[in-house]
């Protein structure tokens, strides 16, 4: 019998175990998806074949010339690079899955790897009279994925797949914040049919607001727990 009570002794961690790992295939194909998507902002900036650079001149002229496919570019890295940020936050808060899960996993997926289309537009027409439907689009998709958050904390919620308490209590609030961002990208998209351009610089704004504040809020928690001894200037 002591064999037998050794080798289910031996066992017994690893039900806890498998269920903790249950998630790390979607996490690693979450996160394929992810650098595939910001892989292909990329893509679409180079100079047009149409401008001869034959001096420096006309060097300098043909950048000046994809300065609005880089700064969407930027903001397009951005965007994707702190969705990916929220998303891996997001799942350290859940250890057992669904299939109503995994499909809002893979709604949320498909606004990330839709963002090159807008961002190849903005480039394009940001500067143009034809930008309104170029930054209607856009803001159309960062709202969608607002709609993708609030279905992927939906059914966090309903089937129970979260770690703990404090866990269900952040999921609320991601499902809130989801409603938030579809709120204010759909106004966004709006007004983009008459003041696109403005919008533009709005919708910047608020990706680099977030930025900030996420890099402050890891700073602000690094020290908390002592990994960073430094005083705040």
């Keep these: 019998m002591e064999p037998t009570t050794s080798i289910q002794t031996a066992n017994a961690p690893q039900p806890r175990m498998a269920e ?3 998630n790390l295939r979607l996490e690693a194909f979450c996160d394929a998806v992810f650098a595939i998507a910001l892989t292909l902002l990329i893509i679409d900036i180079k100079l047009p074949s149409s401008i001869i650079v034959n001096d420096t001149a006309g060097f300098w002229f043909a950048l000046r010339h994809i300065a609005p496919s880089i700064f969407a570019f930027v903001l397009s890295f951005i965007v994707i690079l702190i969705t990916w940020v929220n998303h891996h936050a997001f799942m350290k808060l859940v250890n057992k899955t669904s ?3 995994m499909y809002a996993n893979g709604f949320l997926l498909l606004t990330v790897v839709f963002v090159p289309f807008p961002t190849a537009l903005i480039g394009d027409f940001v500067l143009t009279d034809h930008a309104a439907p170029a930054v209607f689009l856009y803001n159309a998709v960062l709202a969608i994925q607002g709609v993708a958050w609030v279905l992927l904390s939906s059914a966090v919620l309903q089937n129970h797949l979260e770690k703990n ?3 269900s209590m952040q999921m609320l609030v991601n499902r809130r914040n989801g409603y938030v961002a579809f709120i204010v990208y759909s106004l966004l998209a709006i007004i983009a049919f ?3 351009l403005t919008i533009a610089i709005v919708t910047t704004l608020t990706w680099v607001f977030w930025l900030i504040f ?3 809020i890891s700073t602000t928690s690094g020290k908390a727990h002592g990994t960073d001894t430094r005083t705040l200037q």
């Design 20 to 22: 903790e790992h249950l």
């Design 99 to 101: 299939t109503s899960f």
């Design 165 to 167: 308490e404090p866990s």
């Design 194 to 196: 008459w003041f696109p």
């Design 214 to 216: 996420g890099i402050s």
